[in-house]
C-alpha cells in the first residue's frame, strides 16, 4: 500500500502545481508597463490592426479626414452617448471607467471620441492606455464628465492639464452628485437641454498624468465625492486580465484587459467605408440604432418610456437646483443683522429665483421639442 502511494505523490504534485501556476497567473498587477502606457504581461506587444480586428464586428470603420479611419458602433440605444452606460470607481489609476460593453475595454481606455453630424460619435485610435480619457465638471449639486475630443494629446511629462479647444456643451453628460457612484448610471443621466445652466454652475477640471509609466486621472475631489454621495469611497486595485472582454469588478479589484499596443501606419481594417458611403448608411440613425428598432411598433413604447424618465430627471432636478439656491441664501441672511441688509440680500433672492425659473422654463421647453421630433422620427418609420 505505502509502494503505491510513493508511485501517486509525484504525479499529484505535477497536477497541483500546474493548477496553482493558472491560477495566480490569471490576473496579475501593473508592473511599470513598456514604452507605450500599456502593460502588456501575457504575449508580445499588438498593433493597432488588433483593434480593426476586435471592433469590426460591433460597429463600421470609416475613412475620415484628418483622423484616417474611425469607428462608429451600432446597435446603441436611444440618443447613446460614449461614457454613458456603466460606473465609475477609484482605482490606483484614479478614477477609472467601467463599461457596460464587451467592447468597452478598447474606446473607453485608448483613444479618443469625436461628434459628426452626419455619422454621430465615432472614436479615433490611439495606443496609449488610460483609466478614462475624460474631462470633469463639478459642484455640490452635479458631477459631469465629457469625453476628451481628437487632437488632445497625452504626453507621460505635461499630462493633460488644459484642453486648448472647448467642448460643446451638448458633449457634457451629468448626474445628481448622490448618484456618481452607483452601478448603472445610464438611467440616471440628466437630459442634456439642463448642460447650459449646470455648465454655468460647475468648475471644469482635467488632471491627467503620468507617473512611472502609468496614467492617471485625478477626477473629481474625493471629499466632495465623500458629501455628494453620503458613502464611503471604496478604493480598487486594477488587475490586468489575461483575455479580451468587458471590465469586471470583482471583490477589490477591477480586472482590464489593457495589453501593449504598437502604432502602424500601414495597417487597414479589413472592411471600411468611404465618409460619403458612410453618411448615406448612417446619417440619421441617431435615435435608435439597430435592426428593428426604427420600425416595429415597440419602438414607440420604448421611446415614450424614455421620454418619461428624462422629464421626471428634469423636473427633479430643477426643484433641486431652486431649493439649493434658496439655503444658499438663508445662509447667508443668518449671518446678517442688519435689517436693510436681510432686505437687500431677500430681493436679490428674488430676481435669482425669477431669473432660474425663466432658465428651468426655456429648458422644459427644449426638451419638449427635441423628444417631439424624436417621436415624428419614430413614428414616421414605423408607419413606412
Not at 497536477?15 to 490576473?27: A, E, I, K, N, P
Not at 513598456?34 to 460591433?58: H, I, M, Q
Not at 440613425?285 to 420600425?295: L, R, S, Y
Amino acid at each position: 500500500m505505502n509502494k503505491r502511494l510513493w508511485l501517486w505523490l509525484p504525479l499529484t504534485m505535477v497536477f497541483l502545481s500546474s493548477c496553482f501556476v493558472w491560477d495566480t497567473g490569471y490576473d496579475q498587477p501593473y508592473s511599470g508597463g513598456g514604452p507605450y502606457g500599456s502593460p502588456g504581461v501575457y504575449g508580445s506587444p499588438r498593433d493597432v490592426s488588433y483593434f480593426y480586428e476586435y471592433l469590426a464586428p460591433f460597429g463600421s470603420w470609416i475613412t475620415m479626414q484628418p483622423h484616417g479611419y474611425v469607428w462608429v458602433p451600432r446597435h446603441m440605444g436611444y440618443r447613446w452617448r460614449p461614457y454613458a452606460d456603466g460606473r465609475w470607481v477609484l482605482t490606483d489609476y484614479g478614477w477609472t471607467w467601467i463599461s457596460d460593453y464587451d467592447w468597452g475595454w478598447i474606446p473607453f481606455h485608448y483613444g479618443r471620441w469625436g461628434w459628426d453630424d452626419d455619422i454621430g460619435w465615432f472614436w479615433v485610435p490611439d495606443t496609449v492606455w488610460g483609466p478614462a480619457w475624460v474631462s470633469w465638471r463639478t459642484s455640490s449639486l452635479y458631477f459631469g464628465w465629457a469625453p476628451l475630443p481628437p487632437g488632445v494629446a497625452f504626453d507621460y511629462g505635461s499630462g493633460i492639464t488644459r484642453l486648448g479647444v472647448d467642448i460643446p456643451w451638448n458633449f457634457w453628460i451629468f448626474v445628481e452628485g448622490r448618484d456618481f457612484l452607483e452601478m448603472r448610471l445610464g438611467g440616471r443621466i440628466i437630459p442634456p437641454e439642463r448642460n447650459p445652466t449646470i455648465l454655468r454652475n460647475t468648475d471644469f477640471r482635467v488632471n491627467i498624468y503620468g507617473r512611472n509609466n502609468r496614467v492617471f486621472d485625478e477626477g473629481p475631489d474625493l471629499d466632495l465625492v465623500r458629501r455628494a454621495t453620503l458613502r464611503q469611497v471604496d478604493r480598487f486595485q486594477i488587475m490586468d486580465s489575461r483575455q479580451a472582454g468587458p471590465d469586471q469588478v470583482i471583490g477589490g479589484q477591477v480586472r482590464i484587459y489593457r495589453p501593449s499596443i504598437r502604432k502602424d501606419e500601414i495597417a487597414r481594417p479589413k472592411d471600411s467605408l468611404d465618409y460619403g458611403d458612410a453618411r448615406r448608411t448612417l446619417g440619421g440613425a441617431k435615435i435608435f440604432e439597430g435592426p428593428g428598432q426604427m420600425t416595429d411598433a415597440g419602438s414607440a413604447d420604448v421611446l415614450r418610456m424614455r421620454h418619461q424618465d428624462e422629464l421626471a430627471v428634469l423636473e427633479r432636478t430643477q426643484d433641486s437646483e431652486l431649493r439649493d439656491l434658496q439655503q444658499r441664501f438663508s445662509d447667508r441672511e443668518r449671518k446678517v443683522r442688519d435689517t436693510s441688509e436681510r432686505d437687500k440680500i431677500r430681493k436679490e433672492l428674488d430676481g435669482s429665483i425669477t431669473d432660474l425659473k425663466s432658465k428651468h422654463v426655456q429648458e422644459k421647453q427644449a426638451l419638449t421639442d427635441r423628444q417631439k421630433k424624436d417621436r415624428d422620427a419614430v413614428l414616421g418609420r414605423v408607419r413606412k
